[in-house]
């Protein structure tokens, strides 16, 4: 036990840290309040068990990187067993007497996990160690080519996580070394196994003296170290063990995985759209750098960065990051945040890199959602700066002029002329069961008229009743938002809103052929008071064959692999239907390494397909056809026209190996 000046000593360290501790925590609970908007704390209950889920989950990490996130539950599941023994060994050295559970079957059982989580924290740190700094893990570094702080560059990463790991090496390991000391003055105690092997094999036959001096250095290596390292937290990477799962408590709940909330025109005292500056990301954007866990998964996903652009989701986080770190008591104290985001957080062509497919997001264990903030920072170029790629204001004005991307003035009826029977408007059948949603691709580009074709000829062949607006249908506005221009989504938004009610779409079911269309409509246009059930053709050509409304022969067996689009398959989770309805088909499915929720970009999102891609090793299609193209299948389908466009360009390049169909293409050769 400690003596009376130890314990003195003791109670002196750790009133001196608590009070640095509240200092450090609450200079990061300052900074993160100096951003927009409000941190999300209603239906608390709901929340606090979002956050325990994310915490003893670790976010899911098991679905990637499978073997250091094995490594990572022992680190992780041990450290939040230590919150307890930490507790109980701080108690024990500030109370005379206390001893937690001495000799009884909970104290037997508190011990013995104490053992087994402590081993599995020293062997996980072990591993980590040998990972980064022995066998120089690649995934873990940035490219030079990315925007990082000098700091970052100069190895910044690598000494916090340095000095992370050396902090509880030398914590959880002089804690059981403790432990073993007393075991050896003691006698065995077979609720500690580890501890029991360490005593008998090297501190068997040890002086009575020694043994009692190497269990007091010990406890103060232990104790002292978690006590001292406190104050430190808020500096360091290891801020994410209780950061992650605040985010996950604290974030928006989204009606899909990346969604976009829209901004206040009406408040004319609002003088700064979207975020110049660190501060004028929301407050949890900027919980986002202090979660943030290093990681590097989401770099590892991200397209622009898989084909050689200067886009890292990661070094964003980073560099927000160290940028509060050399800031933090001034940002604490209410310094400005005057350096703007594109000079240490990212460079203007990684904003412009972005294909806004969310797979970031998606990945990130901590709750991250890195394309948020490049969303937000678009929006400030677009609408404060007026500086963009060029290429997109013939989109803008398209949408703006003549109500698509295209700046077309064709009849957007003129898709259905080659029919052998007459596609209904709204005014010729106003009691339509499913208002057909064409969008600017289908009314415009050659490839998706063919889609729509064949989804107007399926729904007639299954009997569903069904309506077109024709030429009082206008673009959804989200290559206008995603490109950062959210005011001209705003009037088109509520342009849409209105012509949607006053055909009575809210009270009758929307179909489209495209997810972007079907995401904007059904998930966006709700926060303007647009409320829909919308689908996608996908979802209706398999509820279709489910109730016998559609009979396929499905004898084709055709060699088929399907390509997820972002916005069907992340964002919203539609992956089983499309498969349906090409097994229906009598397709032979052949899946993509990266499929699914894991699906890799076809290079159009985030209003790419209206710009040129930026300057990389590769394009993003191309990429994305080769990984299609290696299944052996003979079609590659598609449930997307921007991304049937771009996969059949990266064909037509590669000489046209394949054949690039949409599902309902597919569907309705089968019907014959």
């Not at 094995?70 to 109980?88: E, P």
């Not at 940035?142 to 090496?169: H, Q």
């Not at 412009?352 to 969303?375: F, K, Q, R, S, Y």
């Not at 062949?461 to 938002?481: I, K, N, P, Q, Y």
């Amino acid at each position: 036990m400690l003596t009376p000046i130890e314990k003195t000593l003791f109670a002196f360290l750790v009133l001196v840290c608590t009070v640095a501790t509240i200092n450090t925590f609450g200079q990061m609970v300052k900074i993160i309040m100096r951003g927009q908007g409000k941190l999300r704390l209603d239906e608390l209950p709901r929340r606090a068990v979002t956050g325990l889920v994310a915490l003893f989950s670790q976010g899911r990490i098991i679905r990637h990187r499978k073997l250091s996130s094995l490594f990572h539950y022992g680190v992780a599941w041990g450290f939040i067993f230590y919150f307890l023994v930490n507790a109980i060994d701080v108690a024990e050295g500030l109370i005379t007497g206390f001893e937690f559970l001495p000799n009884n079957i909970i104290g037997d059982i508190y011990r013995f996990a104490a053992d087994i989580f402590g081993t599995l924290v020293l062997i996980g740190v072990l591993y980590f160690i040998l990972r980064r700094f022995a066998w120089g893990d690649q995934a873990l570094k940035i490219r030079d080519n990315v925007t990082v702080m000098p700091k970052v560059r100069e190895g910044g990463v690598n000494k916090d996580s340095f000095a992370v790991a050396l902090f509880i090496l030398f914590h959880v390991g002089f804690r059981m070394m403790a432990a073993a000391f007393l075991i050896a003055q003691h006698g065995p105690d077979p609720s500690q196994p580890v501890a029991n092997l360490i005593a008998q094999t090297f501190m068997a036959g040890g002086s009575e003296t020694a043994l009692n001096f190497g269990w007091h250095f010990s406890w103060w290596v232990a104790v002292g170290l978690v006590v001292m390292f406190l104050p430190y937290f808020p500096y360091t990477k290891h801020a994410h063990l209780f950061m992650g799962p605040a985010n996950f408590m604290t974030s928006p709940d989204r009606t899909y995985l990346g969604q976009m909330f829209t901004l206040n025109f009406e408040d004319e005292s609002i003088e700064q759209f979207g975020a110049s500056t660190l501060f004028d990301l929301e407050q949890t954007q900027i919980v986002d750098a202090f979660a943030c866990i290093m990681c590097n998964r989401c770099q590892e996903v991200c397209p622009a960065y898989n084909t050689g652009k200067e886009l890292s989701p990661a070094a964003i986080e980073v560099n927000k990051r160290y940028h509060i770190r050399e800031n933090m008591l001034d940002f604490a104290n209410g310094g400005a945040a005057t350096m703007p985001l594109l000079d240490f957080a990212i460079s203007e062509s990684a904003l412009w890199a972005c294909t806004a497919c969310g797979h970031c997001i998606e990945v990130c264990p901590v709750g991250n959602t890195p394309m948020l903030d490049i969303m937000d920072m678009r929006r400030d170029q677009v609408l404060m700066a007026s500086a963009f790629p060029q290429e997109l204001k013939g989109a803008f004005v398209g949408m703006e002029r003549m109500g698509n991307p295209w700046q077309s003035t064709e009849d957007r009826m003129a898709w259905a002329e080659p029919l052998d029977f007459a596609v209904p408007t709204v005014e010729e059948n106003p009691d339509y069961d499913y208002l057909l949603w064409v969008g600017c691709a289908g009314a415009f580009n050659p490839d998706a008229q063919e889609t729509v074709r064949a989804v107007a000829t399926i729904m007639r062949h299954a009997g569903v009743s069904f309506a077109v607006l024709g030429d009082a249908e206008s673009c959804t506005g989200d290559s206008a938002r995603r490109a950062g221009n959210e005011y001209l989504y705003y009037e088109m938004a509520l342009g849409n809103i209105e012509t949607l009610n006053g055909a009575g779409a809210d009270k009758k079911r929307i179909v489209t052929s495209c997810p972007h269309c079907f995401t904007t409509i059904g998930k966006e246009y709700g926060e303007l008071g647009g409320h829909y059930d919308v689908f996608h053709h996908t979802q209706l050509i398999s509820d279709l064959v489910g109730r016998g409304k559609l009979k396929l022969n499905g004898t084709k067996l055709e060699s088929v692999t399907y390509h997820d689009p972002c916005y069907l398959g992340r964002h919203n989770g539609i992956i089983a239907e499309p498969r349906e309805a090409l097994a229906k088909a009598g397709a032979k499915l052949l899946e993509m390494d990266r499929s699914g929720k894991d699906s890799f970009c076809c290079g159009a999102g985030g209003a790419q397909y209206w710009k040129e891609e930026e300057h990389g090793t590769e394009a993003v299609n191309a990429n994305r056809f080769a990984e299609a193209q290696s299944t052996g299948a003979s079609t590659l389908a598609v449930g997307c026209p921007f991304c049937a466009t771009m996969m059949s360009d990266a064909n037509r390049e590669k000489g046209a190996p394949m054949q690039v169909k949409d599902v309902a293409q597919v569907v309705l050769e089968a019907m014959n």
